[in-house]
C-alpha cells in the first residue's frame, strides 16, 4: 500500500519514486538543483527517485507547492507529473 499524503485544498496526493522523477524532468532540474528548490540534500532527493524513501509532511507539502508554482495556468501538479511521466 503507498502511503497518502494530505495536498492543499484538501486532495490527497501520492509521491512515488515515478511522480517525483517526473516532476523534477518537467522542471528541467537535476538531482542537486530540486534538492535546492526544496532545501534538502541531493541525497535525499535521490533516495525518493529510487523508492527507498518517500517525502512526508512538509517535504510532500514543498514538492505540491513546487508543482504548483511552475504548473501552467489551468493545469494541477498531479496532471503535470503525469504528462512528465507519459513523456
Known amino acids: ?6 495536498a492543499s485544498k484538501g486532495r490527497t496526493e501520492r509521491w512515488t519514486a515515478e511522480r517525483i522523477a517526473a516532476l523534477r524532468a518537467a522542471l528541467g532540474l537535476t538531482q542537486a538543483g530540486f534538492a535546492g528548490e526544496l532545501g534538502v540534500r541531493q541525497q535525499t532527493v535521490s533516495e525518493w527517485e529510487t523508492g527507498r ?34 513523456s
Request: proline content about 8%.
Open 53 to 86: 524513501y518517500l517525502p512526508r509532511g512538509a517535504s510532500a507539502r514543498l514538492l505540491g507547492m513546487l508543482a504548483e508554482s511552475r504548473a501552467p495556468y489551468g493545469e494541477s501538479a498531479e496532471q503535470r507529473a503525469q504528462s512528465a511521466e507519459e
Open 1 to 6: 500500500m503507498e502511503p497518502r499524503l494530505r
